[in-house]
């Protein structure tokens, strides 16, 4: 069975900085790899999808990255601002299963 | 485009009662899927339809969940009896393909007392 950590659970930056979340898989026969973010009491909204076959995928100030032979890919956020505050997510389709991660808690302080 | 809509966004029963949450994917989405998310379990995975067919339902925690889907755009996660441990967020989720791309609804928040 695929497992899915996220690390670190909670993480708080002040504004402007840049940062880095992780997320490591056990399970590499991945089709892609997708990062969401989710507001508290809200569903979860799609930031960006990297397909197995590539390495790195980026939308304005996010970047994300996959390698799968080791198992991990990394959300990078330049620039942080109060509203990005918010939990991510990270989840990988497997067969015909999709795993989730717990998720890393972010808080951006003004 | 409306995205996924899901209804009721709230649900309040008593144990024993039927609880039936709806979703309407979005429009030529042919993959539904729906979640349920607790504080303790995270995100799990109930069931995944393909063009209107379940493809897997192994999420799917007992034989008081069933969910169905009569056409591409509406498909129903019926509880029958309701218990307490229920209480969650259940969230639906469409994508064109099977492992595309996901988009989520904003979820019903379900409290069985």
């Known amino acids: 069975k695929q497992e899915v950590t996220q690390i670190p659970a909670a993480l708080s930056v002040p504004e402007g900085e840049n940062l880095v979340l992780n997320c490591s898989f056990t399970d590499s026969a991945i089709y892609n790899l997708q990062w969401f973010r989710q507001d508290p009491g809200k569903g979860l909204t799609s930031l960006l999808l990297?397909?197995?076959?590539?390495r790195e995928q980026t939308s304005g100030r996010l970047n994300a990255s996959l390698d799968k032979s080791s198992g991990r890919s990394t959300l990078y956020i330049a620039a942080s601002q109060p509203g990005d505050s918010a939990t991510y997510l990270c989840a990988v389709p497997t067969g015909n299963q999709f795993y989730f991660g717990t998720g890393t808690s972010l808080t951006v302080i003004p | 485009d409306a995205g996924v809509i899901q209804s009721p966004r709230h649900e309040v029963t008593e144990m024993g009662q039927e609880v039936t949450l709806r979703c309407k994917p979005i429009s030529g989405h042919n993959s539904l899927f729906w979640y349920r998310q607790t504080m303790m379990r995270g995100l799990e995975l109930l069931i995944y339809?393909?063009?209107?067919?379940?493809?897997?339902d192994s999420g799917m925690p007992e034989d008081r969940f069933s969910a169905k889907m009569p056409n591409a755009s509406f498909s129903t996660l019926k509880i029958q009896p309701s218990e307490p441990r229920d209480s969650a967020v259940y969230f639906c989720?469409?994508?064109?393909?099977?492992?595309?791309?996901?988009?989520f609804g904003p979820g019903t928040r379900l409290t069985v007392l």
């Open positions: 990297i397909q197995s076959s590539q």
């Open positions: 989720a469409s994508s064109r393909d099977g492992n595309n791309e996901q988009f």
């Open positions: 339809f393909n063009n209107n067919v379940p493809i897997d």
